[in-house]
């Protein structure tokens, strides 16, 4: 069946630094990519999404990138602020049941000043 | 309203209560779904509507959890004979189609805790 992986957090970072959260999957078909994001005390909100090979994600200087040939969809910012402090879930939509998200665990990223 | 909302936001029930948990959906959007989240976990499928019609539910974990959506609006989740195992954040989520590219927009979920 579908399955979502990603790194394991807590991930902390100091603000400006680099972030990468790592992303792979496995699926049916040709799925759908997407990063929601949960801030503190708030619901999911859809952060980027990409729909097939090759695209590129991007919000908020957050950015993923569509890679069939590796499957993954790993979520990178340039300089991280501490408002960026939150859960961040990767999550696909299969061509096999084309309606459902399938998430993965999530990571718990916490940038200090 | 301008987005999905949940009610109540947080219910505590004794083990052995009945529950049930309301979703609104964004107006016009024809696809619904719920999703349970354990603490520490990403949320896990449970059941998908179309319009009033029950589509999927797959994931329900057990004939105690029951789900309608009688008017292809308003959705409620039932949980019957509720045990400790069943406390989790309950979102709902609607799209405008259901469609592998649309985006699903949540609700801020139900905490249920069972004591």
């Known amino acids: 069946g579908d399955s979502v992986t990603q790194m394991e957090g807590p991930v902390t970072l100091s603000e400006e630094a680099f972030l990468t959260i790592n992303c792979t999957y496995t699926?049916?078909?040709?799925?759908?990519l997407f990063w929601y994001v949960q801030y503190p005390g708030e619901g999911l909100q859809l952060l980027l999404k990409a729909t097939k090979a090759d695209d590129k994600g991007s919000n908020k200087g957050f950015e993923a990138t569509y890679r069939k040939e590796t499957t993954s969809f790993h979520l990178e910012k340039g300089s991280v602020q501490v408002s960026d402090s939150a859960v961040y879930f990767c999550?696909?939509?299969?061509?096999?049941?084309?309606?459902?998200?399938?998430f993965g665990k999530g990571t718990l990223l916490t940038v200090n000043p | 309203g301008a987005g999905v909302s949940q009610s109540p936001r947080y219910k505590v029930a004794k083990r052995g209560q009945d529950v049930a948990l309301r979703c609104d959906p964004i107006s016009g959007h024809v696809s619904l779904f719920w999703y349970q989240q354990a603490l520490g976990q990403g949320p896990e499928f449970l059941t998908y509507f179309q319009n009033e019609a029950q589509l999927d539910k797959s994931g329900l974990p057990s004939d105690r959890f029951f789900a309608e959506r009688p008017e292809g609006s308003v959705s409620t989740l039932k949980i019957q004979r509720t045990q400790q195992e069943d406390s989790a954040v309950y979102l709902c989520?609607?799209?405008?189609?259901?469609?592998?590219?649309?985006?699903?927009?949540f609700g801020p979920g139900t905490r249920l805790l069972v004591l």
């Open positions: 699926a049916t078909g040709y799925p759908s």
């Open positions: 999550a696909l939509k299969s061509g096999g049941s084309n309606y459902k998200l399938t």
């Open positions: 989520a609607s799209s405008l189609w259901g469609s592998p590219q649309e985006t699903q927009y």
